[in-house]
């Protein structure tokens, strides 16, 4: 069974930074890119971040280039979202993925809240 587990979430001001992991279980980690999704209630789900399999090259939304990082660490199983310069815009609850063709449900996520 396919297990991601996210954690890290919380209430930050705008302009501060937080750090955001997954832990993957169920699935060979080292085979699949993995990414990050956000949603805030009533809009579609954002892809903000994907990193390959081996962690060579990441692809970010325009609306995070250049103040998010993804990482993975393929010996412990997971993958992290370090944001920095946070908005209030991207307040919503953060997803991690693997594109790997599973049927796992998206899991519980990790609630993110930029504001003053």
């Known amino acids: 069974q396919v297990q991601l587990v996210e954690s890290g979430g919380g209430l930050v001001q705008p302009g501060g930074s937080l750090r955001l992991s997954c832990a993957a279980s169920?699935?060979?980690?080292?085979?699949?890119?993995m990414g990050w999704f956000r949603q805030v209630p009533g809009k579609e789900r954002e892809q903000v971040a994907t990193?390959?399999?081996?962690?060579?090259?990441?692809y970010y939304a325009d609306s995070v280039k250049g103040r998010f990082t993804i990482t993975r660490d393929n010996e412990k199983n997971t993958v992290d979202l370090q944001m920095n310069s946070l908005k209030p815009e991207d307040t919503a609850v953060y997803y991690c993925?693997?594109?790997?063709?599973?049927?796992?449900?998206w899991g519980q996520g990790t609630r993110v809240t930029v504001s003053s």
């Open positions: 993925k693997v594109f790997g063709g599973f049927a796992e449900p």
């Open positions: 169920g699935f060979t980690f080292s085979d699949y890119a």
């Open positions: 990193i390959v399999y081996d962690g060579a090259r990441q």
